[in-house]
Nanobody, 115 residues
Framework: QVKLVESGGALVQTGGSLRLSCAAS????????MAWYRQAPGKQRELVAR???????TYADDVQGRFIVSRDNAKNMQYLQMNSLKPEDTGVYYC?????????WGQGTQVTVSS
């Protein structure tokens, strides 16, 4: 059974930091590109950061320089270090696993940044 379980979401003040974690199981983690998506209230889900199976990273323009995505293939974990948080970073953050054959999603973790 495939599982992606996010954790680490919280209420934090502007300028604060959070580290999100995604625990993966039930599939061959190291051959999947992993990503974090965000859905703000009333908006569509959008890509925040991606780390490919070879370690290549991509970031949305508005988080570049503030967020760092990483993965630990030995532990089947993905992480998102979020620094200098802004109110516009508020939303539900979803863990995503993708390869050309399949795609999986977690249930999400709420991040709220207060001004």
């Amino acid at each position: 059974q495939v599982k992606l379980v996010e954790s680490g979401g919280a209420l934090v003040q502007t300028g604060g930091s959070l580290r999100l974690s995604c625990a993966a199981s039930g599939f061959i983690f190291e051959i999947y590109d992993m990503a974090w998506y965000r859905q703000a209230p009333g908006k569509q889900r959008e890509l925040v950061a991606r780390i490919e199976d070879d370690g290549t990273t991509t970031y949305a323009d508005d988080v570049q320089g503030r967020f760092i995505v990483s993965r630990d293939n030995a532990k089947n974990m993905q992480y998102l270090q979020m620094n200098s948080l802004k109110p516009e970073d508020t939303g539900v953050y979803y863990c995503n696993a993708w390869n050309p054959a399949k795609e999986y999603w977690g249930q999400g973790t709420q991040v709220t940044v207060s001004s």
